[in-house]
């Protein structure tokens, strides 16, 4: 009986804060970086973004994702594939914005008209430029 009235105080406390064990996260910027062509990476990449969002919340994380070089070629693709538009249309649900490299559309002559879900304001000159612009912003960097 002693041993639990001298834990007593100890217990009181803990049990007084209760986000003492829910570890707390800052509102976040993110921009993540994809050029690369491969669907596993990509999809997984997507999976990063949504538990990203699932964690924070969508009202506390803003998600930018720089698209380039043969990454495109998820975009050209999803014009005619369902699974690869809902993967797109989920995370832009959740307000992820894709910004695509004019650069790579010139590169692989194909207009953003081609792209699924594409608008003119979608595109930049130049993605890599991009990049360090939002990270000039507060926009931490992310690659899968």
């Known amino acids: 009986m002693k041993t639990i009235l001298k834990a007593l105080p100890f217990l009181l406390l803990i049990f007084s804060f209760p986000a003492l064990s829910t570890e707390q996260y800052s509102d976040q910027k993110v921009v993540y970086h994809i ?4 669907p596993k990476r990509i999809a997984a990449t997507f ?5 990203h969002i699932n964690q924070l919340g969508e009202d506390h994380v803003t998600i ?3 698209v380039h070089g043969p990454a495109i070629k998820y975009f050209l693709e999803a014009s005619n594939d369902e699974a690869k538009q809902t993967a797109l249309d989920s995370l832009r ?3 992820v ?3 695509i490299c004019g650069n790579s559309l010139d ?4 207009s953003y008209d081609d ?3 594409v608008e003119e304001t979608d595109v930049v000159q130049a993605g890599l430029p991009e990049i360090i612009h939002l990270q000039q ?7 899968p």
Request: proline residues 0%; glycine residues 6%; hydrophobic residues 40%.
């Open 35 to 38: 050029n690369y062509d491969d």
């Open 47 to 51: 999976s990063n973004m949504a538990n």
């Open 64 to 66: 930018k994702a720089v």
């Open 93 to 95: 649900l959740n307000d």
């Open 97 to 99: 914005h894709f910004i």
């Open 107 to 110: 590169g692989f002559k194909v």
């Open 115 to 117: 792209l699924y879900d």
């Open 137 to 143: 912003q507060g926009y931490f960097y992310v690659r």
